[in-house]
T-cell receptor, first 116, second 116 residues
Framework: AQKVTQAQTEISVVEKEDVTLDCVYE???????LFWYKQPPSGELVFLIR??????QNEISGRYSWNFQKSTSSFNFTITASQVVDSAVYFC?????????????FGEGTQLTVNP | KAGVTQTPRYLIKTRGQQVTLSCSPI?????VSWYQQTPGQGLQFLFE???????NKGNFPGRFSGRQFSNSRSEMNVSTLELGDSALYLC???????????????FGPGTRLTVL
């Protein structure tokens, strides 16, 4: 069965610090997709990135970067030069093409607080 | 393009009542999924509808049901409400295709249900 683990429940940093959010996943499927979502206090889940299991290239988008390593089943998310507006709960999620299709399995989430 | 909309945003009910929540997907999206978010259980998949048919279902009791209309709008219904049904109910839509899909899901702001 699929599983996503975000071991860091809460992280607190000072503005401009770099911060990495960890995500470890388990799946038996060979084709799967990994996602990161941001949930600000308003509650809506905001899509950040989608990565398929065949593409291990790291990705950078502005201050955000993602490191996907199949060898360790990890898909970590780094925010460079954090800002107060980055404060939110961040969720890592997994979708399996063969077994669960559209069903997203979420991790527990990491509460990130960026202090001024 | 307008995002996913959910109504109502907040709802207060008492035990034993039933409730209906509504979701309008992004224009052109044919798949609608529902998730329940609680502090104890996190984000859990309820079900997915595509072309007015339920094609994926999570592990929730039969009190939780849904439907999808020809315009892709969806409703979910919870009958005989219990205190434990208090949660944020999130709806997500995706483009999908005529098969179980792992397309990116875009979420609405959620409906916060409180059961007294």
């Amino acid at each position: 069965a699929q599983k996503v683990t975000q071991a860091q429940t809460e992280i607190s940093v000072v503005e401009k610090e770099d911060v990495t959010l960890d995500c470890v996943y388990e799946t038996r499927d060979t084709t799967y997709y990994l996602f990161w979502y941001k949930q600000p206090p308003s509650g809506e889940l905001v899509f950040l990135i989608r990565r398929n299991s065949f593409d291990e290239q790291n990705e950078i988008s502005g201050r955000y970067s993602w490191n996907f390593q199949k060898s360790t089943s990890s898909f970590n998310f780094t925010i460079t030069a954090s800002q107060v507006v980055d404060s939110a709960v961040y969720f890592c999620a997994l979708s399996e093409a063969r077994t669960s299709g559209s069903r997203l399995t979420f991790g527990e989430g990491t509460q990130l607080t960026v202090n001024p | 393009k307008a995002g996913v909309t959910q109504t109502p945003r907040y709802l207060i009910k008492t035990r034993g009542q039933q409730v209906t929540l509504s979701c309008s997907p992004i224009s052109g999206h044919r798949s609608v999924s529902w998730y329940q978010q609680t502090p104890g259980q996190g984000l859990q998949f309820l079900f997915e509808y595509f072309s007015e048919t339920q094609r994926n279902k999570g592990n929730f009791p039969g009190r939780f049901s849904g439907r999808q209309f020809s315009n892709s709008r969806s409703e979910m219904n919870v009958s005989t409400l219990e205190l434990g049904d208090s949660a944020l109910y999130l709806c997500a839509s995706s483009t999908s295709r005529d098969r179980p899909s792992t397309d990116t899901q875009y979420f609405g702001p959620g409906t916060r249900l409180t059961v007294l």
